[in-house]
C-alpha cells in the first residue's frame, strides 16, 4: 500500500498545504493550473463571479431553480411487465421510462417510449447496410416531413446540434462581404447574426418590440434598400414563443429580390407548425431532434433547395468550414438516400435510428392532422392563462406559437418564486431567456408526444397546477 501511494503523497502534501496555506495555494495554481483548467473551475464554482455571457445558459441561470432545492414527488411511470394474459392496449400503455418530473420547457421534450427504446441497439458499422438502410430511409422520411417533393432538394442529417445549422448556413451559402438580413423576434435572431458575422457576412437585423414580429411592410422596405444574399427568420423564437409567418415574408422576398436565399430557423417548429418546403418555395429550413420531433438532442436537421445547393456550388471562395462543408456531405446525404454505403464523418448510429423511429411515427398520420393537434393544446394553453389574468409576450393572436407559450408573470414575481412550486407537482417548466426581460416571465412547451399520444395528461396536469400556483401566490 505504501508503495502505491509514494507517488501520490507530494500531491497529497501540496493539496494539504493549499489548504493550510494560502500563499502555497497560490503558488501551486500559477505553477501547475492551466488557463483552461482554471476557466472550467469558475463556471463549475457557482459562488465565483462569472463572466457575463449572452447565452441561454448565462440569462436562465440567474431567473431558474436549483432541482436539488425543492423536494417533489415524480409522476409514477415505473414499468411492469404485463401478465401474459394481459390485454395489448394495456401493455401498450405501460411506459417503460422511469419515474421523472414531466418536462414542459421548450425542448428537449418528453419521448415516446419506442424512441427510446429504438436507441437501446447492439453496435453496428456506420456504412453496414442495415444502417445504410436505416440512414436512407430516414432522409426519405424528412422529405416527408419538411412537404418536399422535388428532386432538386436535399435532407442533411448531422451529428450535432441545432445551432450547427446556423454555421451550416453562414459557411456555405454567404460569402464574406456579402450582406444577409436577419429578422428578429428574440433572443435566437441576435444568435443567427453572430453566426453570420462569425463568418465575415453583414448582418442587419430588422427588430420587432418583444413579443412581435417585423411587418411585411417593414420587410419590402428594407429588401428595397439594400441587395442581400439570404434573409433568415426564427420560425417560433424559442425566447420569446412569437410565431413568424413564413409563408407571407417569403412571398414579399419573391416578389421584391426574388434571388434572395429564404433561410427557416425551425428549431422550434418543425414538427408542430406547418411548413411546406415545396409551396412555399423555401431555401433551408433547419432543426435540432429533441423539440417537436420528438428525439434525444444530438442531429442538426437541414432541408435545402435546389437554388440554395447552386448558391453553395458557385460561391467564388471554398466553404468557411470544413465539418460543416456542403461540398463534402451532399455525396454522403445522396449516397445514403440511394442505399449505397457513403463516409466523411461517423454519423451518430443510435440517434439516428430514434429519428427514424419518430419520424415513422410522426409521418403515418396526415401532418395536417398533427398540425390540428398542436393548434388545440395550444389554444387550451392560452386560454387557461388568460383565465387566470395572465399575459402572454406574444399578445397578438396570429404572433402566437402552437409550439409554447411564453407567460408573463404578475407584478412582484420572479421565476424561483413559482417555478419551484411547480416542481413540486412534478413538472418542469422553463424561466425566462430574452436578456431584456428573462426575470419577468416563464415559458410553457407543449409539443410532441405530450400533445399528441392521448394516454397521456400532461396538459391536464398542467393547467390544473397553473391554476393552483397562480392562485395560490395571489394570497
Same mark, same amino acid.
Given at each position: 500500500? %505504501?508503495?502505491?501511494?509514494?507517488?501520490?503523497?507530494?500531491?497529497?502534501a501540496?493539496l494539504?498545504a493549499?489548504?493550510?496555506?494560502?500563499?502555497a495555494?497560490?503558488?501551486? $495554481?500559477?505553477?501547475?493550473?492551466?488557463?483552461?483548467?482554471?476557466l472550467?473551475?469558475r463556471?463549475l464554482?457557482?459562488?465565483?463571479?462569472?463572466?457575463?455571457?449572452?447565452?441561454?445558459? %448565462?440569462?436562465?441561470?440567474n431567473?431558474?431553480?436549483?432541482?436539488?432545492?425543492v423536494?417533489?414527488?415524480?409522476?409514477?411511470?415505473?414499468?411492469?411487465?404485463?401478465?401474459q394474459? $394481459?390485454?395489448?392496449?394495456?401493455?401498450?400503455a405501460?411506459s417503460?421510462q422511469?419515474?421523472?418530473?414531466?418536462?414542459?420547457?421548450?425542448g428537449?421534450?418528453?419521448?415516446?417510449?419506442?424512441?427510446l427504446?429504438?436507441m437501446s441497439?447492439?453496435?453496428?458499422?456506420h456504412?453496414?447496410?442495415g &444502417?445504410v438502410?436505416?440512414?436512407? +430511409?430516414?432522409?426519405?422520411?424528412?422529405? =416527408?416531413?419538411?412537404?418536399?417533393?422535388a428532386s432538386?432538394s436535399?435532407?442533411?442529417?448531422?451529428?450535432?446540434?441545432?445551432?450547427?445549422g446556423?454555421?451550416?448556413?453562414?459557411?456555405?451559402?454567404?460569402?464574406?462581404?456579402e450582406?444577409?438580413?436577419?429578422?428578429?423576434?428574440?433572443?435566437?435572431a441576435?444568435?443567427?447574426?453572430?453566426c453570420? !458575422?462569425t463568418?465575415?457576412a453583414?448582418?442587419?437585423?430588422?427588430?420587432?418590440?418583444?413579443?412581435?414580429r417585423p411587418s411585411?411592410?417593414?420587410?419590402?422596405?428594407?429588401?428595397? @434598400?439594400?441587395?442581400?444574399? #439570404?434573409l *433568415?427568420? /426564427?420560425?417560433?423564437?424559442t425566447s /420569446?414563443?412569437?410565431?413568424?409567418?413564413?409563408?407571407? #415574408?417569403? @412571398?414579399?422576398?419573391?416578389?421584391v429580390?426574388?434571388?434572395?436565399?429564404?433561410?427557416?430557423?425551425?428549431v422550434?417548429?418543425?414538427g408542430?407548425?406547418?411548413?411546406?418546403?415545396?409551396?412555399?418555395d423555401?431555401?433551408?429550413v433547419?432543426?435540432a431532434s429533441?423539440?417537436a420531433i420528438?428525439?434525444?438532442?444530438?442531429?442538426?436537421?437541414?432541408m435545402?433547395s435546389?437554388?440554395?445547393? +447552386?448558391?453553395a456550388? *458557385?460561391?467564388?471562395?471554398p466553404p468557411?468550414?470544413y465539418? $460543416?462543408?456542403?461540398q463534402?456531405?451532399?455525396p454522403?446525404?445522396?449516397n445514403?438516400?440511394?442505399?449505397?454505403?457513403?463516409?466523411?464523418?461517423?454519423p451518430?448510429?443510435?440517434? #439516428?435510428r430514434?429519428l427514424? /423511429?419518430?419520424?415513422?411515427?410522426?409521418?403515418?398520420k396526415?401532418?395536417?392532422?398533427? &398540425?390540428?393537434v398542436?393548434?388545440?393544446?395550444?389554444?387550451?394553453?392560452?386560454?387557461a392563462?388568460?383565465e387566470?389574468?395572465?399575459q !402572454?409576450?406574444?399578445?397578438?393572436?396570429?404572433?402566437?406559437?402552437?409550439?409554447?407559450?411564453a407567460?408573463?408573470?404578475? =407584478?412582484?414575481?420572479?421565476?424561483p418564486?413559482v417555478?419551484?412550486?411547480f416542481?413540486?407537482k412534478g413538472?418542469?417548466f422553463?424561466?425566462?431567456l430574452?436578456? +431584456?426581460?428573462? %426575470?419577468?416571465?416563464?415559458?410553457?412547451?407543449?409539443?410532441?408526444?405530450?400533445? *399528441?399520444?392521448?394516454?397521456?395528461?400532461?396538459?391536464d396536469?398542467?393547467?390544473s397546477?397553473?391554476?393552483?400556483?397562480? @392562485?395560490?401566490?395571489?394570497?
Open positions: 500500500m %505504501s508503495v502505491l501511494l509514494s507517488p501520490l503523497l507530494p500531491t497529497l501540496a494539504r493549499t489548504r493550510l496555506c494560502p500563499a495555494s497560490g503558488v501551486l $495554481a500559477s505553477s501547475r493550473a492551466k488557463p483552461r483548467l482554471s472550467i473551475s463556471h464554482d457557482q459562488k465565483l463571479p462569472l463572466p457575463a455571457l449572452n447565452t441561454p445558459f %448565462s440569462t436562465e441561470r431567473v431558474s431553480v436549483e432541482p436539488d432545492d423536494e417533489y414527488k415524480p409522476v409514477q411511470r415505473t414499468y411492469s411487465a404485463p401478465e394474459n $394481459a390485454p395489448r392496449d394495456l401493455a401498450a405501460m417503460a422511469a419515474p421523472h418530473p414531466t418536462v414542459l420547457i421548450p428537449p421534450i418528453e419521448f415516446d417510449d419506442a424512441v427504446q429504438s441497439t447492439y453496435a453496428e458499422s456504412v453496414g447496410p &444502417f438502410k436505416v440512414f436512407g +430511409e430516414t432522409l426519405t422520411l424528412l422529405r =416527408q416531413l419538411f412537404q418536399t417533393k432538386s436535399q435532407p442533411f442529417l448531422l451529428a450535432g446540434s441545432g445551432t450547427l446556423w454555421d451550416f448556413v453562414a459557411s456555405n451559402l454567404i460569402e464574406r462581404g450582406n444577409a438580413l436577419v429578422l428578429h423576434t428574440g433572443y435566437f441576435d444568435s443567427f447574426a453572430a453570420l !458575422q463568418y465575415g453583414n448582418a442587419t437585423q430588422l427588430k420587432a418590440p418583444i413579443g412581435e411585411l411592410e417593414e420587410i419590402e422596405q428594407a429588401l428595397k @434598400e439594400r441587395d442581400y444574399k #439570404v *433568415t427568420v /426564427t420560425h417560433v423564437d /420569446t414563443g412569437v410565431l413568424s409567418d413564413i409563408k407571407a #415574408v417569403t @412571398e414579399v422576398v419573391r416578389k429580390s426574388p434571388n434572395t436565399l429564404v433561410i427557416v430557423d425551425g422550434c417548429s418543425v408542430c407548425e406547418e411548413i411546406a418546403f415545396d409551396e412555399w423555401l431555401d433551408v433547419l432543426t429533441q423539440k420528438g428525439c434525444p438532442p444530438g442531429l442538426s436537421i437541414l435545402l435546389g437554388r440554395a445547393l +447552386e448558391a456550388k *458557385t460561391r467564388a471562395t468557411a468550414s465539418y $460543416a462543408s456542403i463534402n456531405w451532399l454522403i446525404m445522396q445514403y438516400e440511394a442505399g449505397k454505403p457513403s463516409y466523411f464523418a461517423t451518430a448510429t443510435q440517434l #439516428v430514434a427514424h /423511429t419518430s419520424l415513422t411515427q410522426i409521418t403515418s396526415p401532418l395536417a392532422d398533427r &398540425f390540428a398542436h393548434r388545440a393544446a395550444s389554444q387550451r394553453v392560452k386560454t392563462v388568460s387566470l389574468g395572465l !402572454q409576450l406574444a399578445t397578438e393572436k396570429e404572433n402566437q406559437s402552437n409550439a409554447m407559450t407567460i408573463r408573470l404578475p =407584478q412582484g414575481l420572479t421565476p418564486d417555478l419551484p412550486k416542481f413540486q413538472l418542469v422553463a424561466g425566462g430574452h436578456k +431584456e426581460i428573462a %426575470s419577468q416571465y416563464i415559458r410553457f412547451g407543449h409539443m410532441g408526444v405530450t400533445v *399528441t399520444d392521448p394516454k397521456r395528461d400532461d396538459i396536469r398542467a393547467l397546477a397553473l391554476k393552483e400556483v397562480f @392562485e395560490g401566490v395571489k394570497k
